[in-house]
């Protein structure tokens, strides 16, 4: 079933770790997203890509990278986890063209102990 | 710089009253302008597009550039409404970002 899918869904960690959220797309789309969000708050982009070996930095400053070697995939790594990276983090993709629709996923719930 | 404001962030509306929830963009070009709305425990999907010009949920949004708004309206809550709604903007020309607004949370009081 074409969808967007996060792994893991929640995640806790100590302080200090490497950690990587997964986010995967099976509906071919070029344009993908990921977006950091305390819950029932405001989204902020923090990284987004255009496609394949694209990417670009977004609105929010974030310690984490990211990478899009294959289409249907954008990872996002924080080297060193804080407390301060404590949140939800959102991943979506749309196709190319004008007026397309975003699609998200279920979000990574992630706190640093 | 491409910018969306929500002016409100909450927003208490009677069951069967009107409602209008706020966005105004800034942004040098063109802009698409999408509505999305996310539901208790739900994912955040999309509501409608200023493009599409169409009632979804019985919610409709006009966008007026003289103004830089596209509020969302209803003219009648239900007690379903109840959800988190997010302005975003994204440009039409180049640069691939969605900016989303700071969202208004919205609750219809029965």
């Known amino acids: 079933e074409a969808d967007i899918y996060q792994t893991p869904r929640y995640l806790v960690i100590g302080t200090g770790k490497k950690i990587t959220l997964e986010c995967s797309q099976t509906?071919?789309?070029?344009?993908m997203y990921w977006y950091q969000q305390d819950p029932g708050m405001e989204l902020h982009l923090i990284h987004y890509s255009y496609g394949v070996n694209s990417t670009e930095k977004g609105d929010l400053s974030s310690e984490s990278t990211v990478s899009r070697i294959r289409t249907e995939h954008f990872p996002l790594t924080l080297e060193s986890a804080r407390p301060s990276h404590t949140s939800q983090y959102l991943c979506a993709s749309r196709n190319r063209g004008a007026y397309t629709e975003a699609f998200f996923g279920q979000g990574t719930r992630l706190t640093v102990v | 710089a491409q910018r969306v404001t929500q002016p409100e962030k909450l927003l208490s509306v009677f069951k069967g009253a009107p409602v209008e929830l706020k966005c105004n963009y800034s942004y040098s070009g063109s802009p698409e302008l999408f509505w999305y709305v996310q539901y208790s425990r739900q994912r955040l999907q999309l509501l409608l597009r200023?493009?599409s010009r169409e009632s979804i949920k019985g919610f409709t949004a006009d966008l007026n550039k003289g103004e830089t708004s596209f509020h969302l309206k209803k003219p009648f809550a239900q007690e379903e409404d109840s959800a988190m709604y997010y302005c975003?903007?994204?440009?039409?020309?180049?640069?691939?970002?969605?900016?989303f607004g700071t969202g208004t949370r919205l609750t219809i009081i029965p």
């Open positions: 975003a903007l994204r440009s039409n020309f180049g640069n691939e970002k969605l900016t």
């Open positions: 200023h493009i």
């Open positions: 509906m071919g789309h070029d344009k």
